[in-house]
């Protein structure tokens, strides 16, 4: 799904070569291919690496793991922060890893670039409790807006299907495999934290230590906090799980606000007369999935009372500079790893089906269901791969994952509250692939984001992350 960062979309890719590269026929085909569309990939200035706090850098990496000695080259864009009050040079702090959500999302969600590191001590964010105890490690998903080779996702060449081959999860784990070995010297500790989608990085990359450990180093310890993980199952049944917790937390949202049923309604009524539908209100589904603070609830009551205060135009001018109609690079590869045989539109329209809501709740699918592109050839593509997705991806088996797993310590992290990743089903998910140095540890609130709490970093050192 699009655009908002706590996204947990639904998919899976056939055919895996040692790396888990591409579907792809021969070098020679895979060479053209990857040259043809080379054209796709803007550039990145190196001013991103100026900074006074942070380590930044790029690796260079094949765009094909499959064929590296022929293929082109992209540069993968990372950057590690400095502990509070420390360094990035300050080897007291162990390094923490970040396979963000996504996919197709950049570091900027975790941290922003410009970040004022003169007031770290204020930050809110969700790497302030973290930079208590580490140093962290981020990078950009190659594809993403950001510093690892950006895609051009409004060119009109641009093939939904080559995207999926180059820019998926497995490439991520060997992109990510780069940057540890380039950031991280042989044999000091470090450790790393998975989340949402990032699991699905996180399981490949963790299988690849096994398998090739003198190219992919083993982590002192691995969180899988919220994950996606290859052992969910039938993606209908999984997303029918999120669908109903989120049709659970719409109901404890007007049982503290009884009020906000009928704004919503009647925001539903504005939003019509200015536009032809209303998918600007599940835009803010958002708001059920995060629940970063507890404070959601009022805080949502308060954003809609103040677009409800608006004129028309005023209203008008909010939704157009608030609406995204979709992320293409997300849209795309979520069909390879989140959503195997079917996109986020075409399972959200079935889901919807299966199970109703009532006409006030802010509805996910319904967004997804009615989502567009930015362009005549963006609203081509979504039409293209709605009827021919593109192949999943193959993970490991879950014994496999078990046995990579078995090497280190291992956390999975969960949240009460979380409607990205409902409790149940993830640890269900988890059991099928729990290794015996793994424990589930349940967070009482926090959301999606639980892991990056005060009680989420707690519960990491008081289990010898640290």
């Known amino acids: 799904m699009t655009k908002f960062v706590f996204r947990v979309p639904f998919r899976l890719m056939t055919t895996m070569v040692v790396l888990y590269a591409l579907n792809i026929s021969t070098p020679a085909f895979a060479q053209s291919k990857c040259d043809e569309h080379l054209g796709l990939i803007q550039d990145v200035a190196d001013s991103i690496l100026n900074h006074p706090y942070e380590k930044r850098g790029f690796v260079s990496v094949p765009l094909d793991y499959k064929n590296p000695t022929t293929s082109p080259e992209i540069k993968i864009f990372y950057r590690l922060l400095p502990a509070l009050g420390s360094s990035v040079d300050d080897t007291s702090k162990p390094i923490m890893v970040i396979i963000n959500g996504g996919p197709g999302f950049s570091s900027e969600h975790m941290r922003s670039l410009n970040f004022d590191y003169s007031k770290a001590a204020e930050d809110k964010g969700r790497l302030k409790e973290l930079q208590k105890n580490y140093r962290v490690l981020m990078f950009d998903q190659r594809g993403t807006a950001g510093g690892s080779a950006p895609l051009n996702m409004n ?26 070995n380039t ?22 990359y963790m299988t690849e230590t096994k398998k090739s450990p003198a190219k992919f180093q083993l982590p002192t310890g691995i969180v899988f906090a919220a994950s996606s993980l290859p052992t969910r199952g039938d993606p209908v049944e999984w997303i029918l799980g999120r669908r109903k917790e989120q049709y659970n937390i719409n109901l404890k949202l007007a049982a503290k606000i009884p009020e906000i049923k009928g704004r919503i309604l009647q925001l539903r009524e504005r939003i019509r007369s200015v536009r032809p539908d209303s998918t600007f209100v599940d835009m803010l589904y958002g708001e059920l999935v995060g629940n970063m603070t507890g404070e959601w609830e009022a805080k949502l009551n308060k954003k809609i009372e103040g677009y409800l205060a608006m004129t028309d135009a005023q209203l008008q001018s909010e939704i157009d500079k608030n609406t995204d109609n979709i ?25 919807i089906q299966k199970f109703p809501f009532e006409p006030w709740m802010i509805d996910e699918n319904a967004y997804y269901r009615d989502v567009r592109g930015d362009t005549a050839d963006q609203d081509r593509i979504i039409a293209q ?38 409790m149940s089903g993830y640890i269900q998910a988890v059991k099928k692939l729990q290794p015996s140095t793994g424990k589930i540890i349940v967070l009482p609130n926090g959301g999606h984001s639980a892991v990056f709490q005060a009680p989420g970093v707690k519960a990491l050192s008081d289990n010898g992350f640290l």
């Open 155 to 180: 060119d009109p060449k641009l093939d939904p299907y080559f995207v999926a081959e180059y820019f998926n999860a497995p490439h991520m784990a060997n992109d990510l495999g780069a940057i540890i």
């Open 183 to 204: 950031v991280v010297p042989k044999g000091e500790q470090f450790y790393i934290i998975a989340q949402s989608f990032g699991g699905m990085v996180g399981v490949i």
């Open 327 to 351: 992320s293409m690079l997300n849209y795309i590869l979520s069909s390879t790893v989140l959503t195997p045989g079917y996109t986020d539109k075409s399972l959200s329209r079935l889901v």
């Open 385 to 422: 791969i709605d009827k021919t997705p593109p192949t999943p991806v193959q993970f490991p088996s879950a014994e496999e994952i078990r046995k990579a797993l078995e090497q280190t310590k291992v956390l999975f992290t969960t949240a009460e509250d979380d409607a990205a990743v409902p």
